[in-house]
Each structure stands twice: as C-alpha cells, then as structure tokens.
C-alpha cells in the first residue's frame, strides 16, 4: 500500500495562514480564500484552516495541494463543512473526485495560486503535460463543494 502524500507547513506557512485566516474572518477574501470549518474526527470540536475556493463553469471545489491533510481527513470523516467569509456562512457536503477528473481542476488551481502553492506540486505547473499531471492527481485531493 502507498503512503498517503503529505507535506508539513513550514513556519512562513503558518504564518501566512494565520494572516489569510485573520483576513477572511472579517470579510476580506485573497483571491476566493475562505475559511473551512470542519469538526474533528477524532475530538468532534470545530477545526478550521485558510483554503483556496476555485469556481469553474459554476462548479466549486477545494484543492489540497498539501495531500493528505488533517482538513482532508475531517471532511471525509464528517461528511460536510463550512466556508466562512466575514459573517457569511454556507455549509456545504464535499464530493471527492476520482484522480481521472482531477487534471483540468489542478490545471486551473495553479493557473490561479501557483504563486502561493506552486512549490506543493512536484515541479508540474500549469503548462505541463497532461500525462504529468495525471500522474500526481492521486496526491492531492479534490472536492466539490454542494450544497
């Protein structure tokens, strides 16, 4: 069995999301950022994280260009979240993508914060070929956001 793909925050990380987190919290969104907030799996509290909201054609989804993250786990584990802008609040129920539709999502993803998460993906950007990106689709997860 393969080793779910996980990369740890470094400190500027933490500290850019702490500053993104503070940001959405009062109603100023960076570029979609939104802040999910899920319950834990294990504790059952309220866990909450900075995340990118990508809109294509109508269609939302979250991307973990870190893998396997706790984020990850908790909302497969419960089954919903919610994105926080400000005082807005929308609870929504997570689909996860199979890694076959995954391509053109992450396309778009970097296409947008390549700037910010660049560095998570393995040297594929935006341009690569399609083959290459396919073949790191099982490493970072994708949902669609429904409501």
Same mark, same amino acid.
């Given at each position: 069995?393969?080793?779910?793909?996980?990369? =740890?925050? %470094?400190?500027?990380?933490?500290?850019?999301?702490?500053?993104?987190?503070?940001?959405?919290?009062?109603? @100023?969104?960076? &570029?979609?950022?939104?802040? &999910?907030?899920?319950?834990?799996?294990? %504790?059952?509290?309220?866990?909450?994280?900075?995340?990118?909201?990508?809109? @294509?054609?109508?269609?939302?989804?979250?991307?973990?260009?870190?893998?396997?993250?706790?984020?990850?786990?908790?909302?497969?584990?419960?089954?919903?979240?919610?994105?926080?802008?400000?005082?807005?609040?929308?609870?929504?129920?997570?689909?996860?993508?199979?890694?076959?539709?995954?391509?053109? @999502?992450?396309?778009?993803?970097? =296409?947008?914060?390549?700037?910010?998460?660049?560095?998570?993906?393995?040297?594929?950007?935006?341009?690569?070929?399609?083959?290459?990106?396919?073949?790191?689709?099982?490493?970072?997860?994708?949902?669609?956001?429904?409501?």
């Amino acid at each position: 069995m393969n080793e779910a793909r996980y990369v =740890k925050l %470094s400190k500027a990380d933490t500290v850019f999301n702490s500053v993104v987190a503070w940001l959405t919290r009062r109603g @100023i969104s960076l &570029l979609g950022s939104r802040v &999910l907030v899920v319950r834990g799996r294990k %504790s059952g509290e309220p866990r909450s994280v900075p995340v990118n909201l990508l809109t @294509i054609d109508g269609e939302r989804y979250l991307v973990a260009p870190r893998g396997e993250t706790q984020w990850v786990r908790n909302l497969r584990a419960a089954g919903e979240g919610r994105l926080l802008v400000g005082r807005r609040a929308e609870t929504f129920h997570p689909v996860e993508l199979a890694d076959d539709e995954k391509p053109a @999502i992450l396309r778009a993803y970097l =296409k947008r914060w390549a700037w910010e998460v660049g560095r998570f993906f393995e040297g594929v950007d935006a341009d690569s070929p399609d083959e290459v990106v396919r073949g790191i689709a099982p490493g970072f997860p994708v949902f669609r956001v429904t409501v």
